[in-house]
C-alpha cells in the first residue's frame, strides 16, 4: 500500500475563516487530537503565513508565537508546520518560530516567482528544518512554467515542492498534467493542496495522488479561505478506498473535527455565489471585496468583473485593474 | 456542444434538510427563480416522495400538493416533477399531483426492486408525464444486477433510468461502469443523483456524463439529505468547462441559491463525522439514529455498528439487525 503524508492546515489556512481569531486553548486541542490521531503534519501561522497579522492582511487574536508554542508543546508523534510568503514573513519571523517549537517550513510565492524564495529556503535547511516550496495560484502557469519554478525551489534547497490551487480553479486534468511533470523533472517530493471553490478538492486530490504527490494538505470540516480545503477526515476515507494509506486513526480525527473544530467556525464552509465565481474565473480571492465596490461604484455586476479579470489572468498586486475593468464594463 | 437536462431537486430531497418545512412562498420563490434561469425540470415533494408526510418519515408543513401547485404555476420554461416511492405513495397521490400541475413523475425503489414500479410507470405514461424510473441506493449492486433492473424499468415505460447513489458511497469509477453499462443495454435515457458523503459528487457527475448521462440532478446550495447532492450552480459552472451546455443562466441560478435558498436552510450542507461514515459504510441513512440507540444502549462505538451492517449489505428495513450487530460487538 503506498503511503501518503498528510498536512492539516486547519489551522493556518482555517485562520482566514476565523478571522484569525484562534486562541491558545483552540490550538492546543486541536494539536492534541491531530497528534493523537497520527496526523504527521499540520501546519499554524496567521492565514497569510508567518508575521500575516496586520492591518492589511488582519489582525491576529493571538500572537501566532505562542500559537506555535502551544501546539508544539502537544506533538509527540506530529510536527508543526509554518507558512512563510516572503515580503509579509521575514527571515527573522522563522527564526522565532522554530524556537517556539516549528520543524517544518512551507516557503510561498506566486507560481511565477520563485526566485524571491531562495534565501528563505536556504535559512530553513540551514534551520534543520524539513523545507517545502509552495508555488500558489499554480493554475495561472502552463505546466513548462511550473516545471521551471518548482526547479528553483528544488534548487534551492526544498525537499518538498507543492502545486497549490489556491483560486479552486482547477480540474483533475490540470492537477494531473502539473503533478506528472514534476515527477519527471524533480527528484525532491511532490505535494498537492486544493481549494473547493468548484467542487472539486476531493478529486484533485485524488488526482495527484495518482500522478505521483506524495504529500497532501487537507483542513478539518474543510476549514479555510474561499470555499475551505479538501476536507481531511473525508480523505483519509477516501485515500483508503484508493488504496492508499495515510497512517492516520480515522475515528480520532473525526472527533477533533467534530469536537474541537467545529465549534470554533464563524461560518459553514459552504460554496457561495462569491467563492463559486472566483474558482470559474480563477482569480485571487482578495478580488472579490474589491470587485463589489468597484461593481457599486460603477453600476456593473461584480461577476462580470471577476470573470473579466479571470480572462486577463490578473494577479494579485493589480487591485487598481480591477477599477479599470469595472468602467470599461459600465461604457460597453 | 453536447447537451445535458439539468434536474433541481432542492424542493424535494432538500426536504428533508429543512425537516419538511417549506411553505408555498419560499417553493413560489425558489420555482420562479428556476423557471427564470431556466432549469428544465425541478422537484417538488415531501423528501420521501409523495405522501411521505408521516410520523415515520416526518410530518409536511405545508401539503405537498399546494406546494406542487404554487410551483407550477410559476412555471412557463420549466416543468415540474414529482418523487413517488411505491410502498409511500400511491397511484391516487400521483393523479392528485398531476392535477396540481405536475409533468414528471420518478418512481423511485431500492436497486433491486424495480418491480414494484410497473404500475406507476405505467400509470405514468397514461397519465402523459414524462416518466423516470429511479434505482436508489444503486452501488449496493453488481452492474449487472443494475442493468437487469434497468431494463425492467424500461420495459414498464420509463422514458429515462436513474442511477442513483443514495448513500453518497461512490467513486466516479463505479458511477462509469454502471453508466455505461445501461448506456449499452437500453435504449431510453440514463440519468444520475449523488450525494456528497465522501465529497465526490461532483466528481461523480462529471463521470455520468462523460460515460454517457443525459439526466442529471442537483441542489442550490447542495441542499439535501445527508450531506447534500451535487450543487446545481457549482455544477453549471463545472459543466460549461467540460464542454456541455445546460441551457441555463448561471447569474440568474446563483441569485436564486442566494437569496432564496441560503435563507431557508435550517443547517449549512456540511460533511459531517455521520454523514462521512453512512458514506464510507454506503448504509442508509436513517440507519444512523438507530446506530446512535443501539451504540448507547450497548456501550459501543456507532461508528462501528454502520462500517459492520455496511460490510454485511444491510438494507432498509432491517433495523433490527442495528441492535443484533451492536450485541455482537458488544461481546466481541
Redesign the interface.
Known sequence: MSQVTILDVSLRDGSHAVRHAFTEAQVRAAAKGLNAAGVRYFEVSHGDGLGGSSLQYGLSATDELKLIEAAASECTNSDVSVLLIPGIGTKQDLQNAVTAGAKMVRVATHVTEADVAAQHIQLGRELGLKTVGFLMMAHMAPVEKVVEQAKLFESYGAEVVYVTDSAGAM??QDVTVRVEALRDALTCDIGFHAH?N??????NT?AAVQAGATFIDGSM??LGAGAGN??T???V??LE??GYATGIDL?KL??V??DVI?PIMQ???????GS??L??AGVYSSFLLHAQKAAQQFGV?E?DILMTLGNMKAVGGQEDLIYEVAQQLQRA
Do not use: C, F, W
Not at 461560518?267 to 455565489?273: C, F, G, L, N, V
Open positions: 480540474l483533475p473547493n468548484l467542487s472539486m478538492a476531493m478529486a485524488v470540516r474543510a479538501t476536507q477526515e473525508v480523505m476515507s477516501v478506498k484508493y475515528y473525526l472527533d473535527a467534530t467545529a461560518q459553514p464552509q459552504e460554496i457561495t455565489a463559486l465565481v474558482g470559474h455586476d461577476r
